[in-house]
T-cell receptor
Framework: EAGVAQSPRYKIIEKRQSVAFWCNPISGHATLYWYQQILGQGPKLLIQFQNNGVVDDSQLPKDRFSAERLKGVDSTLKIQPAKLEDSAVYLC?????????????FGDGTRLSIL | AQSVAQPEDQVNVAEGNPLTVKCTYSVSGNPYLFWYVQYPNRGLQFLLKYITGDNLVKGSYGFEAEFNKSQTSFHLKKPSALVSDSALYFCAVRDDKIIFGKGTRLHILP
């Protein structure tokens, strides 16, 4: 089966600019996650979708970050305006369902550098 | 609140020797525990999970993990290390949400 697809792989922007990331989960996976992975740390959950609804966005900095999954398949994560501390790898993952025993399948991420 | 700790930033093991990567956790209810591996410039790959049942869980690439409820640990093990096992390993615990440890870099020496 095709894996989780993310684009772009790399992005360099200046602070205060905006940026968007795209994710296509594994076909049939109802649950989609966005993570932020700062260098030297484990992934931190930003937002979790179940189909096109938000399940958990408690750690999403909502003043600058937004995400959507309008048709319950693809998803986009946006940052506007970007800050220096947003430099990180943004990982998208999907799973068959939101059940806690389900493993997650990760994309290769988008590496964001803020100048 | 749930938490997970990986006490070692890096583990060095000679090829062919057994390896252990440590993980301890704290969760209020019954834990769901996972191990993932990350290769350079790649996303995380699922290795194995503990949900319930046998305390010794077998996973991909010859890895296994031992769940110890009294010590709240879930250490990752492999009987004979390969150079290709060199990567970043993450332990994760899931209660209401999933939390990842900070990762342990495993370096297998030829």
């Amino acid at each position: 089966e095709a894996g989780v697809a993310q684009s772009p792989r790399y992005k360099i922007i200046e602070k205060r600019q905006s940026v968007a990331f795209w994710c296509n989960p594994i076909s049939g996976h109802a649950t989609l996650y966005w993570y932020q992975q700062i260098l030297g740390q484990g992934p931190k959950l930003l937002i979790q979708f179940q189909n096109n609804g938000v399940v958990d966005d408690s750690q999403l900095p909502k003043d600058r970050f937004s995400a959507e999954r309008l048709k319950g398949v693809d998803s986009t994560l946006k940052i506007q305006p970007a800050k220096l501390e947003d430099s990180a790898v943004y990982l998208c993952a999907s799973s068959l369902s939101s059940d806690s025993n389900q493993p997650q399948h990760f994309g290769d991420g988008t590496r964001l550098s803020i100048l | 609140a749930q938490s997970v700790a990986q006490p070692e930033d890096q583990v060095n093991v000679a090829e062919g020797n057994p390896l252990t990567v440590k993980c301890t956790y704290s969760v209020s209810g019954n834990p769901y525990l996972f191990w993932y591996v990350q290769y350079p410039n790649r996303g995380l790959q699922f290795l194995l999970k503990y949900i319930t049942g046998d305390n010794l869980v077998k996973g991909s690439y010859g890895f296994e993990a031992e769940f110890n409820k009294s010590q709240t640990s879930f250490h990752l093990k492999k009987p004979s290390a390969l150079v290709s096992d060199s990567a970043l390993y993450f332990c994760a615990v899931r209660d209401d949400k999933i939390i990842f440890g900070k990762g342990t870099r495993l370096h297998i020496l030829p």
